[in-house]
């Protein structure tokens, strides 16, 4: 079946560093990725969308320079909070699909910043 | 503005009544309608969808009710038991942009 990994789980780091999470598909090819952030007591935000032949696209209040995602192949995709704040913990989660198929989701990664 | 709404976001019931979970959109292009639930400190997981050629999906307990011209959809957990107890998000999407709109969830209580 089709899976999604993605590391770490939890990860801790200190005001103004980076953090970087990760995201393997087994079982398909991911053609799209999609990476949600889900803040204290909210629902999931759309953070960019990734499609294969097409450049990564940002939603509103979430930039490159802050959300830097790199989708280099069918299987892998990375994304970087730089300068963490507070502000920015939540659950970080992403979500893959090949073509019209279902998103398989990832475990998340829970980023927590003091 | 793409949005889905979502009510209540709270609902406890009895366990063995029947929990009904709403959710509206506005976009007239989304064509793909996920309920996903999420327990406590894991990941959402799909639990039914719909596309609209249907009005209608079963999948055990769990029934998705869509309504095309009034933009609706609902989650009915028939026989509902304890353990259905977990937060529940509707979700929506275009197949032309493969972007996923999320509702702001619904905390599900099941009293035994």
């Known amino acids: 079946g089709a899976l999604v990994y993605q590391y770490p789980r939890r990860t801790i780091c200190k005001s103004g560093t980076s953090m970087r999470m990760e995201c393997q598909a087994v079982?398909?090819?991911?053609?799209?990725v999609a990476w949600y952030r889900q803040s204290p007591q909210k629902t999931f935000e759309l953070i960019a969308l990734?499609?294969?032949?097409?450049?990564?696209?940002?939603e509103q209040n979430f930039t490159q320079e802050k959300f830097p995602i790199s989708h280099p192949n069918l299987s892998f995709s990375s994304m970087t909070v730089l300068n963490a704040y507070l502000e920015d913990r939540g659950l970080y989660l992403c979500?893959?699909?090949?073509?019209?198929?279902?998103?398989?989701f990832g475990s998340g990664t829970r980023l927590l910043v003091i | 503005q793409q949005q889905v709404r979502q009510s209540p976001q709270s609902l406890t019931v009895w366990e063995g009544e029947t929990a009904i979970l709403n959710c509206s959109y506005e976009?007239?292009?989304?064509?793909?309608f996920p309920w996903y639930h999420q327990f406590p400190g894991e990941s959402p997981a799909l639990l039914i969808a719909?596309?609209?050629v249907s009005n209608k999906k079963e999948d055990g307990r769990f029934t998705i009710f869509f309504n095309k011209r009034e933009k609706k959809f609902s989650l009915h957990i028939a026989d509902s038991q304890p353990g259905d107890s977990a937060t529940y998000f509707c979700?929506?999407?275009?197949?032309?942009?493969?972007?996923?709109?999320w509702g702001s969830g619904t905390k599900l209580i099941i009293k035994p």
């Open positions: 979700a929506a999407s275009a197949e032309s942009n493969y972007q996923l709109i």
């Open positions: 976009d007239s292009t989304f064509d793909y």
């Open positions: 719909i596309r609209p």
């Open positions: 079982g398909f090819q991911a053609t799209s």
């Open positions: 990734s499609t294969v032949n097409s450049a990564i696209k940002y």
């Open positions: 979500g893959a699909k090949q073509g019209g198929s279902d998103y398989t």
